[in-house]
Every structure is written in structure tokens, then in C-alpha cells.
């Protein structure tokens, strides 16, 4: 039992170091195309941050569903 509660606890651990770095990563890239508000949608480098936040946004949601998988067969 104290085995499981110890596995639980490092998986949650993990995940919150996982979830703060992906947000801070998020925000970061939200912040960089403020910069590049006044750039086109073609524009390469607004297509590649749009598609940078997206993709972790989506790692993001994925990660979730993995832990939540996780947590209820702990």
C-alpha cells in the first residue's frame, strides 16, 4: 500500500514539472507573437509559433488523459 502511495506521489510530482514547463513554454510562445502582432498570418515565423502553441497545448491535453488513466487503475 505504502508502495502505491509513494508511486502515486512521484507520478503527480512528475506531472507537475511536466504541466509548469509546457504552461510556461505556452505562455512564452503567446508572449513572442505579441511582438509579431503586426505580421501577416503567411508569415512563416507567426505560422511556426501558432503551430508551436498548438502542439503543446495538445501534448498538454494528452498528458492529462494519460494521468488521469494513471491515477484510476493506482
Known amino acids: 500500500m505504502l508502495r502505491k502511495t509513494w508511486e502515486s506521489n512521484q507520478t503527480t510530482f512528475h ?3 511536466f504541466e509548469n514547463l ?4 505556452i505562455q512564452q510562445l503567446e508572449n513572442n507573437l505579441s ?3 503586426n505580421a501577416s ?3 512563416p515565423l507567426v505560422k511556426n509559433v501558432k ?3 498548438l502542439g503543446f497545448k495538445d501534448d498538454l491535453e494528452i498528458w492529462q488523459e494519460k494521468l488521469k488513466y494513471i491515477q ?3
Open 51 to 53: 503551430s508551436s502553441i
Open 72 to 74: 484510476s487503475i493506482s
Open 22 to 25: 509546457a504552461v510556461k513554454e
Open 41 to 43: 498570418d503567411d508569415n
Open 15 to 17: 506531472w507537475n514539472i
Open 35 to 37: 511582438y509579431i502582432s
